[in-house]
């Protein structure tokens, strides 16, 4: 399954910024830390993270890369199974 997803908010940026898109995959994917995800979070909805820790059980916990992101405490553990995918690659006007 692939998916074009268009990043909303400047959470990412430098690396990525508002009205960029991000193809991601589920396909043949093995999840590890500092990759680019997007999930379906249960109160923020399709947000794009970094994977900053990977627990016992599948658990993940995210982070922004600017300031104005939410916290980690913010968005909590996170199930592999809120994963849309991992980021592939990005497409924006920005770079």
Known sequence: MFRFIKVQGESMSPRLYDGDFVFVSRLYWSLEVN??????HSVYGFIVK???HIAPGGLLWLSGENHKSLTPERIGWVSQKR???KVLWCVGSKR
Do not use: N, Y
């Open 50 to 52: 970094t994977i900053l």
């Open 35 to 40: 990759q680019l995800v997007v999930v379906d």
């Open 83 to 85: 994963v849309i995918g």
